[in-house]
């Protein structure tokens, strides 16, 4: 067959993953797409474009037209009555529009498909052919890059991370006036071992301290590694399988290094998904370990009463907002809403909600593509609306990439909302009582 | 037998290996999930077929519930076309009124695939996304269900019923039609994605 392009060997490499990841899911869903276009009113970028580019099932013909093109051979004796296609550069070209600056692979159409494709799983096919093409987005490819080369996305030094943490560990100090109070770094033996967003060490360090401040309060046994930290995994969102795998492994081998029982994963979606859901799979192993989201840890401290809420702390309304791969695509659904129902006074549900929740707009790695993000905010304007109809006064929502879109979307459509962390909201609400290692700080000294 | 029985079965033959090709492919090629369950894959197998198809549950039934509706009966009409394929082919007596209730079935059964046919002609967004075989593939079966229909009301065509059936077999391993095979197994592999996660949960 003629390839009508010049990197014929990376065309040739492209098409070798897609070989490579042909299994039975992928073949299974390659085939039955019947393309009723049913599944637009899905996706938050249809809704918001009404552009005919942006049907879910126009994801599913990106790859699908490849695959039939190379691998059956209706698609080599009469690619255009069955829509195979070569992948030549204008066909690349709309891949990378359409995968990249189309889809934050939120699952949302999946579960409204009328045959049930998990279109995500073939977009992020699509996403492992355009790495074999060196197409990958520079911002996204960047974050990849950083923490491959660092051990951290925003390639945050060593000892910077440590600065924070120990400022913020005094400063806990000061804020539960005990001065056994601590974040402890690097030690070995420790039951839970929490990772962090590292956007939370330059950015949102408040949302470090109050997690310290819930786990002091309920004394538990943590560490955080200060070699192998970083919760999220923008590989998995490019579809770099290799350096996804290897991220995961880094932190499956420091879990065992400092032989914690559990690997918490702080506040992140696909960071959690990436590890807790795909990573086993990468790893073709499973783990000697559990992986838990921070949200977990929380509703088990808050249901075995070893951190109590007073909610009449936060009493303006409050929000939710689910984020698709912790909620949709990782089974953490009431978890959540049992803990905020604790430390809030005026909750309210957004419409839909749970595992029908529209996306942000902010997932699939499209806060580090910046040249999509007129489309981002366009595409949030659904999340926007939810948010307004709810007329709460605070957004919480456990994920970094969900806070960042949601706070763009405020200043964008005006909503006039605090968006908060998960974490936040509930060390607010926290009722500190003494325990039997409080040492309370001389405040003369 | 006659030639037209011949010319079916081959076809029906062809279409079994066919089938069981693909989905010997399907199943040698399953990869092993070594993530731990957090729920019950069972119950979101039951849930997949059952609850989760209702336009409650799924918003491209819901939002589209005339289209939704008009699928429905085409394939409704489809599987009851290739019931009474099996009752001709083997001869087996049949009661009047099941025979008038079918055709009348099978008639808005087509008269519904023609519908849809002419949706995806006129629709925007559907045009953008269809291939040539998305339109045969609507009239091949519509026409199957006429030339049901017809061969309920005037036996001779039964071997007409016969060839229209064999093209349907002989062109669905090669088509969109593939659908009604993979169907089942994309139903069952979503079950397990959301079953195994804990987000679906089949609920009485």
């Known amino acids: 067959m003629i390839i009508k392009t010049n990197s014929t060997s990376n065309i040739n490499l492209a098409l070798e993953r897609l070989k490579q990841r042909l299994d039975g899911q992928l073949l299974s869903y390659l085939y039955s797409c019947v393309r009723c276009g049913l599944c637009g009113e899905s996706c938050h970028y249809y809704l918001a474009t009404r552009d005919p580019r942006c049907l879910p099932a126009n994801q599913v013909a990106q790859i699908a037209r490849i695959y039939r093109r190379y691998f059956t051979w209706v698609g080599r004796l009469l690619p255009g009555w069955v829509g195979a296609h070569d992948l030549d550069e204008p066909a690349i070209a709309e891949m990378v529009d359409v995968v990249f600056g189309g889809c934050t692979l939120c699952g949302r159409c999946t579960v409204h498909c009328s045959v049930g494709l998990d279109i995500p799983l073939l977009v992020r096919t699509a996403r492992s052919l355009l790495v074999e093409l060196k197409k990958i987005s520079p911002g996204l490819q960047s974050s990849v890059d950083a923490a491959m080369r660092t051990g951290n996305n925003m390639a945050i030094p060593r000892e910077d991370l440590v600065d924070t943490l120990l400022w913020l560990a005094q400063d806990l100090q000061m804020e539960v006036a005990d001065e056994a109070a601590t974040i402890p770094l690097d030690k070995e033996g420790a039951a839970m071992l929490y990772t962090i967003n590292p956007r939370e060490a330059k950015f949102f360090p408040l949302s470090i301290s109050a997690i310290a401040k819930i786990f002091y309060a309920a004394e538990l046994d943590w560490t955080i590694s200060t070699r192998t930290y970083d919760v999220t995994n923008y590989a998995y969102f490019s579809g770099d399988d290799e350096a996804a795998r290897k991220l995961v492994q880094r932190l499956y081998d420091e879990t065992l290094a400092l032989g914690a029982q559990t690997l918490v994963m702080a506040e992140c979606g696909h960071g959690f998904r990436a590890m807790r859901w795909e990573g086993p799979n990468w790893l073709k192993r499973p783990y000697p370990f559990e992986v838990k989201s921070i949200i977990e840890i929380l509703a088990d401290l808050v249901r075995d009463g070893r951190i109590a809420l007073d909610p009449s702390v936060n009493s303006e309304p409050v929000t939710l907002h689910d984020p698709c791969n912790l909620v949709r695509c990782g089974g953490i659904i009431e978890e959540h809403r049992f803990v905020i129902r604790q430390a809030v006074s005026q909750f309210i549900e957004m419409t839909p909600n749970r595992a029908n929740n529209y996306c942000c707009g902010g997932g699939g790695g499209q806060l580090a593509m910046g040249e999509y993000r007129l489309r981002r905010i366009e595409a949030g304007r659904i999340k926007a609306e939810q948010i307004r109809a709810t007329n709460a006064k605070i957004v919480v929502t456990p994920c970094h990439n969900c806070i960042d879109q949601i706070m763009e979307l405020n200043q964008q459509y005006q909503l006039g909302v605090k968006v908060k962390t998960f974490a936040e909201i509930v060390a607010d609400a926290l009722v500190l009582k003494a325990t039997k290692h409080h040492r309370p700080i001389d405040r003369q000294q | ?204």
């Open chain 2, 1 to 204: 037998m006659s030639w037209y029985h011949w010319t079916l079965l081959s076809a029906f033959f062809v279409f079994l290996i066919c089938s069981g090709w693909q989905l010997f492919q399907i199943i040698r090629r399953r990869t092993r999930d070594y993530s731990p369950p957090r729920g019950k894959r069972v119950n979101a197998l039951i849930y997949a077929f059952t609850t989760a198809m209702l336009p409650l549950n799924k918003e491209s039934a819901s939002h589209h519930l005339p289209s939704y509706v008009a699928g429905i009966i085409f394939h409704l009409g489809t599987f009851v076309g290739f019931f009474w394929l099996i009752i001709h082919f083997f001869s087996i007596p049949v009661m009047k009124e099941t025979r008038s209730a079918s055709i009348m079935l099978l008639i808005v059964a087509s008269i519904f695939g023609l519908i849809l046919f002419v949706k995806r002609l006129f629709n925007v967004n559907l045009r953008a996304i269809s291939q040539p075989d998305d339109y045969f593939s609507n009239l091949l079966v519509t026409a199957f269900q006429i030339v049901s229909a017809a061969a309920l009301c005037y036996p001779w065509l039964i071997r007409w019923l016969f060839l229209c059936a064999a093209l349907v077999f002989l062109y669905m391993p090669i088509s969109k039609l593939q659908h009604a095979l993979y169907f089942f197994s994309t139903r069952i592999f979503l079950s397990q994605f959301f079953g195994k996660r804990g987000v679906w949960q089949f609920r009485r």
